[in-house]
């Protein structure tokens, strides 16, 4: 498609909307949010990309191929679950973990959070990997 | 580890799949992770049976969070059978895949979704909990839709689309089934709902309910009248794919059934039951008449997993002790030995070029050794002794007689001795007569026939040898499938597995 | 409020059951994301129907105050809805392919598999 319009918006849009699905992905455990929607938002954000321009280059601005980030996701999601096994404990249940930042309060770190970014990028990538498909069809 | 062992049949396909994905590119790894994924699931599988039959029900409470409200994976020995059913099926066809499905379809993701498929399958027979169980359907059909479809030939994509079509029309009555299911008893935990069902002061609703699940199950499992999809679907895929949709996913469907209707929906089993013998009786002679009127050697073997589905479903529908043995045993037998059929009927495709018995000839004179190994499991579906088949159906015959119920025996008698003129159909056809020189509307057949690889032979020779070991070694066999039925007439160890606290 | 869903419900099962039934093959996709909208909505009703109190544990007590919403039919509802997405668009790209490699557009003349 050519429109200037949509052009210039998804220059704009897409920073914000990776930006977005990065805030959504991390305060996902505790206020709505979590790696599925922030995987759809970020997809979204590619697939205004796609029709705004096209294919070939939305894949370039993802750089990374749909199925390596399905592979990478999975394997997040599952070393996740595993971890726990490995500490004695049942299978993927949460670990916590976390670190003072001085001054700037408590960071807690589980492997919630990792199980999310396994989610996150397993949707980016199915996702995408249908729009691409559809599209180019 | 110990802890981990019930849900690796789960978590290895699950990883050889995401790893098969890195190396989208590299069909050679893919091959490699594929034996190699498969292989250690059969292993695990393996170890998980050897200590669910040592020490009992195995469960892992998944997070930590106790039985009614978290998700349970529970192996019994019913499901951990099936599990290395799963695994053994998996393991060969992946070997045989490797030159048994062209390039095209494997750089296409055929492994990946080979994974899947095995997660999907081991996922449902692991699983406790029954929404948990739809998912692992879900899972498994998309792996198996997309399996059913890959490499896009006309036919392919009509098999497909009617295959979809009626799995979501399931899937879809599965789910409201469940979502009535827990506005009546308040749970979705399979253990706790055969406890709170046996309390419920309504056995009517009960029953009604329990009609979604068997008509979604039926399905799925493509009992009468609800098989039609099966035999328009099966024979469109590459043979390997067949072969893992015969052995292993209507037998998903089956394997529900018995679960469910053993353990949550007792309380009207006269009806139930019943009800489940007569569709077991009129699935065995729909699909055996229906295979006796075709002359294409996939859509033969289709129509017959339908006939053999309803063998299954009647060691439920009789619901004893002994039928239960039986219809454990014979999906035993009939995974590995249908399995091994559609297998056979892949390499005398490749060979020949088509699988039309009008086409075929000739192969005892120039294969006689695939010939034998054909005739090993068509001769068990059929149930000759010392073949397991016989001995399957043995089972089931002296557990119908045992009950009076001579209709539903009288039928499978008959309908075994269709199979067996099914069979030696087959055999005639594609095997015994000599080679039709000019087939009609062609040129000429081709002179010669393509080599068999040995990786296509191997999975073969080693399905036959293992059908050959539950027929003679068939009493260990039967006291193993006679403990898992013990353990489904009473669920008492089953809900105590699924109830302890700590995992 | 449950009666109306149940209306919804059954409306929706019935158009979906028709669309099935129709010759179209994109009306049959229609009908089966009907039928799953139907399903997805039953599980929803089935659960009970709370107005207004959402299962928040207020601070200091460690359970929510009854009469709340049943939190679990929701989270199998988002479930089975991310399923059918998932369902949905394969169909779709199913249809699409379908309708390029056989030219067809009417289920009844989908038949070779059958002979």
Redesign the interface.
């Known amino acids: 498609m050519n429109s200037l319009i949509l052009h210039t918006a998804s220059r704009l849009l897409h920073p914000l909307l990776l930006l977005y699905a990065v805030y959504l992905l991390f305060s996902g455990h505790n206020v709505p949010g979590g790696g599925f929607c922030a995987g759809l938002i970020g997809a979204a954000s590619f697939a205004l990309h796609t029709f705004a321009h096209d294919v070939p280059s939305a894949r370039k601005l993802l750089r990374a191929d749909p199925h390596t980030l399905i592979g990478t996701g999975l394997l997040f999601a599952m070393g996740s679950a595993l971890l726990s096994a490995f500490r004695g404990q049942a299978f993927m249940t949460g670990l916590w973990g976390g670190f003072d930042l001085s001054g700037l309060g408590h960071v807690s770190v589980g492997t919630p959070v990792i199980f999310d970014t396994g989610v996150f990028l397993v949707v980016l990538g199915v996702t995408l990997l249908i729009i691409f498909t559809l599209s180019e069809s | 580890m110990l802890s981990l062992l019930p849900v690796l049949p789960i978590v290895i396909p699950l990883l050889s799949g995401a790893i098969s994905l890195l190396f989208w590119r590299s069909l050679w790894i893919q091959r490699w992770i594929g034996v190699g994924g498969t292989g250690l699931l059969l292993l695990s599988t393996l170890r998980l049976l050897s200590e669910v039959e040592r020490t009992g029900i195995l469960s892992v409470q998944i997070g930590g969070w106790a039985a009614p409200v978290g998700i349970t994976i529970v192996a019994d020995l019913f499901s951990a059978i099936m599990a290395v059913l799963a695994g053994i099926i998996g393991f060969c066809v992946a070997v045989y895949s490797w030159y048994g499905v062209d390039e095209r379809r494997q750089s296409y993701g055929y492994f990946v979704f080979l994974h899947v498929l095995l997660m999907g399958v081991c996922g449902s027979f692991l699983t406790g909990d029954i929404f948990n169980m739809y998912v692992w359907f879900e899972v498994m059909l998309m792996a198996s839709f997309v399996l059913v479809a890959l490499g896009g030939t006309p036919m392919q994509m009509e098999g497909a689309f009617k295959y979809v079509t009626l799995n979501l029309v399931s899937s879809a009555l599965f789910l409201a089934g469940i979502g009535i299911l827990y506005g009546v008893v308040g749970t979705l935990n399979m253990a706790d709902l055969s406890v709170k069902l046996a309390q419920t002061a309504d056995p009517g609703l009960v029953t009604t309910l329990s009609m979604f699940f068997l008509i979604a199950f039926g399905i799925k499992a493509a009992m009468f009248p609800l098989f039609f999809w099966l035999p328009s679907s099966y024979h469109t895929p590459p043979p390997a794919v067949s072969a893992v949709f015969a052995g292993l996913l209507t037998k998903v469907g089956v394997y529900a059934l018995i679960r469910v209707f053993t353990l949550i929906f007792v309380q009207d089993v006269v009806y139930t039951h019943n009800l489940i013998l007569i569709m077991s009786g009129l699935t065995m002679l729909c699909g055996v008449l229906g295979a006796a009127a075709q002359f294409e050697f996939r859509r033969v073997l289709s129509f017959h997993i339908v006939s053999q589905i309803g063998y299954m479903t009647m060691g439920l529908g009789l619901n004893s002790r002994l039928s239960l043995t039986a219809s454990v045993f014979y999906i035993t037998h009939h995974i590995i030995v249908k399995t091994n059929l559609f297998l056979v009927s892949g390499v005398i495709q490749k060979m020949r070029g088509t699988g039309d018995l009008k086409k075929l000839g000739g192969l005892y004179k120039t294969h006689p050794s695939l010939s034998v190994l054909f005739l090993i499991p068509a001769m068990s579906l059929a149930g000759l002794p010392p073949l397991s088949g016989f001995f399957a159906k043995l089972g089931l015959v002296i557990a119908g007689l045992r009950l009076e119920q001579y209709c539903i025996v009288a039928t499978a008698l008959f309908v075994s001795l269709l199979t067996l003129f099914s069979m030696t159909k087959l055999w005639a056809e594609a095997f015994w007569k000599p080679r039709p020189d000019v087939a009609e509307g062609e040129d000429e057949p081709r002179s010669d026939d393509e080599p068999m690889c040995l990786t296509m032979i191997l999975p073969i020779l080693v399905l036959a040898l293992i059908t050959l070991t539950i027929g003679i070694g068939a009493e260990t066999f039967f006291n193993l499938a006679d403990r898992a039925a013990g353990q489904l007439m009473d669920p008492t160890e089953y809900i105590e597995a699924v109830m302890r606290t700590r995992s | 409020m449950n009666l109306l869903l149940a209306i919804v419900i059954g409306a929706l099962y019935s158009a979906g059951f028709y669309l ?1 039934l129709r010759r179209s ?1 994109v009306k ?1 996709i229609i009908g ?1 994301s009907f ?2 909208h ?3 909505l ?7 129907l709370t107005r207004g109190r959402a299962p928040l544990v207020p601070p200091g007590s460690l359970a929510p105050v009854p009469p709340y919403a049943d939190p ?2 929701q989270a ?1 509802v988002l ?2 809805i ?2 059918s997405f ?2 949905t ?10 309708y390029q ?2 030219g067809q557009e009417d289920i009844d003349e ?5 002979c």
Do not use: K, Q
């Open positions: 099935i093959i049959l089966l039928l799953s139907a399903s997805n039953l599980v929803f009703a089935a659960g009970g679990l039919p199998l479930t089975a991310v399923i998932g369902v668009a394969f169909a779709l790209a199913l249809v699409n392919r379908t490699t056989t989908l038949r070779r598999t059958e």
